[in-house]
Structures are given as C-alpha cells and as structure tokens.
C-alpha cells in the first residue's frame, strides 16, 4: 500500500487506482502482417520485472486518466511518474 | 537409509528427549555435475525430485532452493486442496493430484495430515448459481464427485453461515466436494525432502541461481551463490520469481507476480470443520488443527514481488467474512501475511517444455498451486524425464499462448483456487 502522486490531481491514496500492466506495449501498426508468435508476444508475454519496472496506471476513483510509473517492484518505491505519451525516461 | 516413523520410534525417542532423532534430510555441498537440477525447494520442487528418483530412477540429480525449503508460497498458503474445476484438461490435473494426496502421508511415511473435511463454494448471485450448477455437471461427467446445495443444504452443512437473504451478498446456494479438504503446507515439503533425500537426491538450501548458462539451443548449467553446477536439464519451479529465471536465459513468459494475503486469528475452540469458500467476494475460511481460523484474500492488482499486500484488499475480505459470519465479528486476527504468485493470462499453470532444450518449466500456478503439488510434481518429473509431457499436462504448454488453446478457468469456473 502507498501513495500516488497523480499528475493531475496530487497525492492520493493508492487504493484510488488501477494497475494496468507493463508500460510501452505498442499496438501492432500492421495487425494483418503478424505471425501467431508476434501475437503471443504481444497478448500474453511480459517483462514481470523484478527491480524498476516501467507501468500504467489509472486514476479510476479519481480524474479517470491514464499516467505512466516507474516503479521498484522489489519494495514498492515509486521512482517517477509521467504524462502519457511522454517518452519513457532512460533509466 | 531413514529410520522409520512409528508410534514405536516415538515412544523410544521419548526415552531419549527427543534429541537423537536422526537428521531429516542431510546439508550437501553442491557436487559439480548432475544429471538434473531443480530451481526452487517449495512443495512442488521437492515433489519433482522426488519422483524424477522413485519412478524416473534418476538419483544423480538436486534441488537448488534459495532461502530454505518450504520457505516460499509452500508455506504461505491457505492449504485447501479440491479438484471441482470446469474444464476436463484442469480436472484432469487436479484429480490426478487429489488422488496422490489419498495416499501421501503412506507413501512418505511422514503425516501430511490431509484431511478430507469437504470444500463448500458458495453462490452469492445468480450467475454464480448458473456456473455453479454447470461446474457440479461438469465435475461429475470427469468423476470428480460434486454436489449442488441449495441454500438450506448449506446453513445444515456450516451452521454458522448467515444465510439471511437480507445481507449484502446472500447465499443462494453452493457446492460441495467432500474429498477435498487441507493439508499441513510445511509437512508436504519436509516430507518429499525426506523423500527425496533417502533416495540420494541432494538437496541444497541457501544456493540462489544467478544465472543459466546455455550454448546456442541447449542448457550447459546453472550459475548459483554455491557456484557453478553442470547439467543438462534444469527444471524451474520457482513460483513468483519464474520471471526472473527466465529472464536469465533471455526468455520471457506470460505471467505477472502479484501479492496474495492470508491471516490467521488467534486459536479457538472448534468451530468451522469444513473449508467455506466464496469467490464473488474473496473470502476464504477453514480451521487449523491448531485452532485458528485460516482466512484467505484477494490479489492485489499490480506486480509486485515485495510479499506485503495492500490494507483495503484484508479490509474487503474481513468484511465479507464479518457479515457472512457474524459469529466471528469478535475475533483477533493474529498475523497477516503476502506471497507473490505467478499468474497466467488464463489462470492455468504452465507444465511445459520450452524453446531451449533441457530447460523446462513449471509456474503459472497463481493463487491455486499448494493443491496440486503431488500431481505437478509427478507431472513435472515425468515431462523432464522423457522430454515429453505426460497426456495429463500435455495441454498445459507453453505453447497455447501461441496456439490460443487456452484452459480458460479464470472466466468460467471460480476464479479462486
């Protein structure tokens, strides 16, 4: 349990959000052209890192808006948080 | 060769104070080969060696286990085994587990004090009641015994359930299987250790894995705190960290590591003598023998490997619990605890062969793996040792994230396990 620092509306309680997985997964630009591996890789298969992660999350009881985190999954710290579609910061 | 435990050797340890006892499993150094290594001493780990050497006769081989065995979710779970689940590739895994556990404390002469106290599922609306009736079908076509209770059934079965149709989330019924039941968590691990030991596998505490060492297609060994291990076949059983071993030999897998609590209260006098679930709301009760109540909660929703969890989700479960059973509305609960559990896309384990030959794994079991130990264990061994699943968890590949023959149980059966 801990407290996020929402880009739009400040400190919240972390039960006020959902969790929405690894960050920077892009959507395939060419849908038609992938193989059943790329599928997969896409769907299904994640980093699941322990250490810094990146991640989204939503402000679902809140402004109901997305925001990226960089996260220790290891200790729950919140390292940085950032608008999306901002570039993700290099480590 | 392993003393025999009896009322016998009790009485004439007695004798002694109880300070001769010999030695469970012994403290090997790690030797510089093996023919097969097993990341990851919990429950299903121990089990793998274990039957990789009684049926398999591979005895050159060892369990590598980063802390101390059983140390993991093996000890951290709330102990319920059942087999009801939809699909017949699921039931097919979980029987073949249940019917181990008949025969476990037996075969390993160690008590694992599995006890057949049925597990009721309770319906809360009437989808659930819909899926609920389908399951018991399901169930009793695959000859898992299984029976639908309607809400009368269940207030005669556990009298202390509220089935007042006035509360937030009232009992429409439920089912029952009364061959399920629980376990003691950490005997299941000392046991098969024992096991596992008296047959010549070693089994290494304390020896983290650092890395795998693998040639372009294949494994060559495995880097540990303890040093470098030869071998060509390494099977992960790591639970929550399965991620991170794979990662290590640059694979990735389809799962996310959550935090899953569980609480215990202070011990009371018998009270509850079955195991209650209810999924709709996450709450999760039974007895120890011991006399505290065993309460089983939620998963938080974002990765983590931390094992604490978040307060709200204790919160929500102790509510549906408090109102559920009002009897209990004075109980202290006296540790609350989190492991981290790997959970598929699907909330199906993975038993599976991967694209690196020797490396195989075993993970994926979320929130439900303590039940199926014995099975996931024979399993396991079975697949490393032949280098081909058994049919029994032939579908539990990794490959169906590609093929999408998914086993779908997180939708259609209870999402609990």
Same mark, same amino acid.
């Given at each position: ?91 | ?158 009298? &202390?359930?509220?089935?007042?149709? +006035? ?6 019924? #439920?089912?029952? *299987?009364?061959?399920? /039941? @629980? ?111 065993? &309460?089983?909660?939620?998963?938080? +929703? ?6 604490? #969890?978040?307060? *709200?989700?204790?919160? /929500? @479960? ?100």
């Amino acid at each position: 349990m801990f407290v996020i620092n929402c880009p739009y509306c400040g400190e919240r309680d972390q039960q006020e959000f959902k969790a929405g997985g690894e960050a920077h997964i892009e959507r395939p630009k060419q849908p038609t052209e992938l193989s059943d591996d790329e599928w997969a890789e896409y769907l299904f298969m994640r980093k699941n890192i322990k250490g810094v992660q990146f991640e989204r999350w939503n402000h679902a009881h809140g402004c109901r808006k997305w925001f990226n985190m960089v996260r220790d999954t290891s200790n729950d710290e919140i390292k940085l948080i950032y608008k999306m579609g901002e570039r993700p910061p290099s480590e | 060769m392993k003393n025999k435990y009896s009322i016998f050797s009790l009485v004439k340890n007695a004798f002694s104070y109880h300070e001769n006892w010999q030695k469970a499993w012994k403290d090997p150094t790690p030797k510089k080969e093996y023919d097969a290594v097993i990341v990851g001493g919990g429950g299903h780990g121990l089990a793998t060696a274990y039957y990789l050497a009684k049926k398999h006769n591979m005895k050159n081989i060892a369990v590598v286990e980063k802390g101390w065995i059983g140390g993991g979710n093996t000890g951290r779970n709330t102990t319920i085994i059942r087999s009801n689940y939809l699909w017949d590739a699921s039931a097919g895994l979980y029987d073949h587990a249940l019917k181990i556990w008949e025969g476990l404390s037996q075969e390993l002469n160690y008590n694992v004090m599995f006890s057949q106290r049925g597990v009721m599922n309770l319906a809360h609306n009437l989808q659930d009641v819909r899926d609920l009736k389908r399951r018991t079908h399901a169930n009793r076509l695959n000859g898992i015994d299984a029976v639908y209770l309607s809400t009368e059934e269940v207030k005669k079965f556990c009298p &202390i359930i509220n089935t007042s149709p +006035d509360i937030r989330y009232p009992v429409l019924g #439920g089912t029952l *299987q009364r061959r399920a /039941g @629980t376990a003691r968590h950490d005997a299941v691990a000392w046991g098969y250790a024992r096991g596992a030991d008296e047959m010549g596998v070693d089994v290494i505490q304390n020896c983290e894995v650092k890395g795998i060492k693998r040639n372009s297609d294949h494994v060559e060994g495995i880097e540990t705190t303890k040093g470098f291990i030869k071998t060509k076949k390494v099977g992960v059983v790591a639970a929550g960290h399965s991620s991170v071993i794979a990662n290590m030999a640059g694979l990735r897998l389809p799962l996310e590591s959550k935090p899953l609590q569980a609480l215990v209260s202070e011990p009371v006098k018998p009270i509850i003598d079955t195991v209650v679930m209810s999924n709709a709301v996450h709450a999760y009760v039974s007895q120890s023998d011991k006399g505290e109540l065993v &309460i089983g909660a939620g998963t938080d +929703d974002y990765v983590s490997y931390s094992q604490k #969890g978040s307060h *709200q989700i204790v919160e /929500g @479960t102790l509510n549906a619990i408090l109102e559920l059973y009002p009897i209990f509305s004075r109980m202290r609960m006296l540790r609350q605890w989190g492991g981290i559990v790997d959970i598929c896309p699907d909330a199906s384990p993975i038993l599976s062969k991967t694209s690196i030959k020797g490396l195989y794994f075993n993970c994926g079991w979320g929130t439900g793996g303590f039940k199926a130990t014995p099975g996931s264990g024979d399993l396991f061994a079975h697949t490393i040792a032949n280098d081909e699943p058994h049919k029994l968890n032939a579908a539990f590949n990794l490959n169906r994230f590609v093929s999408g023959d998914l086993v779908d149980e997180h939708g259609a059966a209870a999402v609990a396990h």
